[in-house]
């Protein structure tokens, strides 16, 4: 979750997440946790914005790079 929430932070653009019916902000700490996503969800990003492109393929490179988590 924090990973997520830095790198959106990091873009101008307004950054969602959506998992199932619920819909957060991606730069809220308590909203990422708040989608109670299991490893594996399939979560949709969303972005608004003059870097909106960017926000997003930053969010979904971080999640193939497993969000920089080495076990």
Do not use: W
Not at 40 to 56: F, S
């Amino acid at each position: 979750s924090t990973e997520i929430v830095k790198c959106a932070t990091s873009f101008k653009s307004e950054v969602r997440l959506v998992y199932q019916k619920n819909q957060v902000n991606a730069k809220s700490i308590l909203g990422v946790l708040m989608l109670a996503a299991a490893k594996g969800a399939k979560i949709q990003v969303e972005a608004m914005g003059d870097d909106a492109e960017e926000a997003v393929s930053s969010l979904l490179s971080l999640a193939y790079n497993n969000f920089n988590i080495h076990y």
